[in-house]
């Protein structure tokens, strides 16, 4: 099976402009991301799809691979069916990776193309959630899975409310998860779900994959233990400088 890596990586970010080309301990986070996906050995090839022509004149810089996209997408799925298509290479699936997790470790990538191998249309990640904290924050967003671990709903409410049980021990009765925001597609489904209007529930949560489940799109999840940090602000990127430590 045939499965490539592609980085959604826009110049425009409303909280952290010029994000991808922010330095790590003297690379850019674009560069980081590239590296990290180019040592998952389920995947032939990485590009990265990025609006801009400095993200572009970057990855080249490097010695990386890039397809341009157009700036008015809404979601990195979208830019990445747009890569597929302009790159006009035969695969059979892909793996969208976020171009702001620098330090995401190959072991993830892995995890995720796995489910494709599998039959899985389209595949995710999800980590046990520890705390309270994580579990009650609405900009973490929660999963529900069944019995064969697909995905039943996505939720930035914790979800199930545990009946009888004050939100302080709803961890100690039942196992919640935080999900990570790694996506795999096979390719037709890709192109299938890029032509589906917004839904209800994606609307009302402002997240992408209720779209895919509420049209009856199968997303099977892969339980890790492992969270690289997302780096989403200039307060995020100064914390990571301060706590990972340099190459």
Not at 100 to 127: C, H, M, R, Y
Not at 168 to 185: P, S, T
Request: proline share 6%.
């Amino acid at each position: 099976m045939k499965i490539i890596g592609l980085i959604p990586a826009r110049f425009g970010s409303t909280r952290f402009p010029g994000k991808p080309l922010a330095i790590i301990h003297g690379k850019s986070m674009i560069q980081r991301v590239y590296e990290q996906a180019k040592q998952a050995d389920k995947l032939s090839d990485v590009y990265v799809a990025t609006d801009d022509e400095r993200i572009a004149n970057e990855v080249d810089q490097f010695g990386g691979k890039y397809v341009m996209t157009l700036d008015s997408h809404q979601s990195g799925t979208d830019r990445c069916q747009e890569a597929l298509l302009k790159l006009g290479l035969e695969v059979d699936a892909l793996v969208n990776i976020q171009g702001d997790e620098p330090f995401i470790q190959a072991e993830q990538i892995n995890q995720v193309a796995s489910l494709l191998e599998k039959g899985a249309p389209i595949a995710t990640l999800v980590k046990p959630i520890q705390d309270s904290g994580t579990l009650l924050d609405p900009n973490k967003v929660k999963a529900v899975l069944d019995k064969d671990n697909r995905a039943i709903y996505f939720s930035r409410s914790p979800i199930p409310f545990y009946k009888g049980k004050t939100a302080e021990h709803w961890l100690e009765a039942h196992q919640y998860y935080k999900h990570l925001g790694i996506y795999a597609y096979q390719a037709e489904v890709l192109h299938q779900i890029s032509h589906l209007p917004p839904s209800a529930l994606e609307v009302a949560e402002s997240l992408e994959q209720l779209r895919w489940i509420e049209n009856a799109f199968a997303i099977h999840v892969g339980i890790t233990r492992f969270e690289s940090p997302s780096i989403d602000t200039p307060e995020d990127l100064e914390k990571v400088l301060r706590e990972m430590p340099q190459d």
